[in-house]
């Protein structure tokens, strides 16, 4: 079977990425405090968690509400690589990614077999058996958890004295993720992907192989959710299973995703820059986790775009555009 003609991203869309792109590469010119700069580096460390996600829930159409999994994989690995046999946290990443990698083909070989809500509540379960490992093993620093030293510091070990550095890791690692989302949703991939998630009975019916492409969006999604789990290893200096294997962390990978707009390259940034900023608005105004506040704002906002807009904030941008355009065509006053 031929592959069909490659995607072509429109002038609109060329011109909106590369805005955002020169408004990142800007922001720390105009930012003059540590507290403004660490919610800069969240926003864009939450994106890149959304955009990864986004390969398997957005393009497949196969929500897993396990991907902390991953996370805390590579953030474990990198971190045991380096206090244990002095490995450089630059490969302690990508074998994190590897590591993470491969565990996806035992999670897919579980949950693929599940459709729908039982695939969801499936990636959980394997999700919280990670958890549960992580937990109890003392080689892992058990409940206990891990700190990394600062025994050496500068770009070749990825630990710094301030907050700017971290901003460039986060903001490449992101840049690097969407790249890459790009490449396979310009591919005969992508078109897989969609034809899985959309009519999965007419996909296999022309020869896709489902499993084979499931399984490489999971793999792909979980290589990269690793890379960020070791980026926030060597940025928080410490973890432990609460902060890095969560089902909480799992959920907001896909409300990212979910609210921005799935299935597209800039609906997981738009999501993170609306979301991380409640968050860390409420906790700034309430103190400690936010009192709870930002959970229910985020319940809020997940059931208004839900009933209202399906297809997330970038979703609505789109509906308003058209409806703007019709009425422009139509002489009438555009509002």
């Known amino acids: 079977m031929m592959p069909p003609a490659r995607y072509a991203p429109s002038r609109r869309t060329y011109w ?17 405090n540590a507290a403004s700069l660490n919610l800069l580096i969240l926003v864009l460390m939450g994106a890149q968690l959304g955009v990864a996600w986004n390969l398997l829930g957005g393009y497949a159409g196969q929500v897993s509400l396990g991907h902390a ?36 083909l035992a999670f897919g070989w579980s949950c693929f077999r599940l459709k729908g809500h039982y695939f969801a509540m499936a990636t959980i379960a394997v999700a919280e058996i990670v958890q549960i490992v992580f937990t109890n093993w003392e080689y892992a620093g058990a409940a206990v958890g891990l700190t990394v030293p600062m025994t050496h510091e500068g770009w070749a070990w990825m630990v ?40 999965p009975d007419a996909a296999r019916s022309i020869g896709i192989n489902i499993a084979r492409y499931k399984q490489v969006a999971l793999s792909l999604s979980a290589f990269f959710t690793a890379l960020g789990g070791s980026l926030y290893a060597q940025k928080e200096l410490y973890i432990d299973p609460g902060s890095v294997l969560s ?26 820059i609306v979301l991380t900023t409640i968050e860390e608005l ?28 399906p297809s997330g904030l970038i979703g609505w941008y789109r509906g308003w555009r ?14």
């Open 247 to 272: 089902t909480a962390l799992s959920i907001k990978m896909a409300l990212v995703a979910i609210l921005g707009g799935i299935g597209t390259l800039a609906g997981p940034v738009v999501g993170a």
């Open 69 to 104: 999994a991953f996370y805390g994989v590579g953030a474990y690995a990198s971190t045991l690589l380096l206090l244990n046999f002095g490995v450089n946290p630059w490969l302690g990443m990508l074998v994190g990614g590897l590591i993470a990698a491969v565990l996806s």
């Open 282 to 309: 409420t906790r700034a105004a309430f103190g400690g986790s936010g009192r709870g506040t930002d959970t229910v704002i985020y319940a809020g906002l997940i059931v208004a775009i839900a009933v209202f807009y």
């Open 16 to 32: 909106f990425g590369t805005a955002l792109v020169l408004v990142a590469l800007l922001a720390p010119m105009f930012v003059d």
């Open 160 to 199: 710094f004295a301030d907050k700017l550095p971290y901003y460039w890791l986060a903001l490449a690692l992101l840049l690097l993720t969407l790249a890459a989302t790009a490449l396979v949703e310009r591919s005969y991939v992508g078109y897989y992907l969609r034809a899985i998630k959309d009519e």
């Open 322 to 335: 058209s409806r703007r355009s019709a009425v422009a065509a139509r002489g009438e006053v555009v509002r």
